[in-house]
């Protein structure tokens, strides 16, 4: 397997924030932030904003991660859930 890149490390750094936050958080709640970075991602890609694209593609990228991480946690056999 590769080295990890610095994207890789972006990500994972983004993704390890503020887990007393998401920690056991619904799916409801990983649904939400979801849409709240893809908005923010239309702001970037139409006028200026305080976060470059790269940034918001790496949040984007943490919250998948975050969600299927809990997603996987909570089969009894560490399958996908349905």
């Known amino acids: 397997m590769n080295e990890p890149t610095a994207i890789d490390q ?7 924030e503020h887990p007393h936050i998401w920690k056991g958080a619904s799916e ?9 970075e ?15 694209t790269d940034h918001v593609l790496k949040q984007i990228a ?4 975050n969600w299927l991480e809990m997603r996987v946690a909570e089969t009894p056999d560490g399958r996908r859930r349905p």
């Open 10 to 16: 972006d990500v994972l750094a983004l993704k390890n």
């Open 28 to 36: 409801v709640y990983w649904y939400y932030k979801l849409l709240k």
């Open 38 to 52: 893809l908005r923010e991602l239309r702001l970037v890609l139409t006028k200026p904003h305080k976060h470059t």
């Open 62 to 65: 943490a919250i998948c991660l």
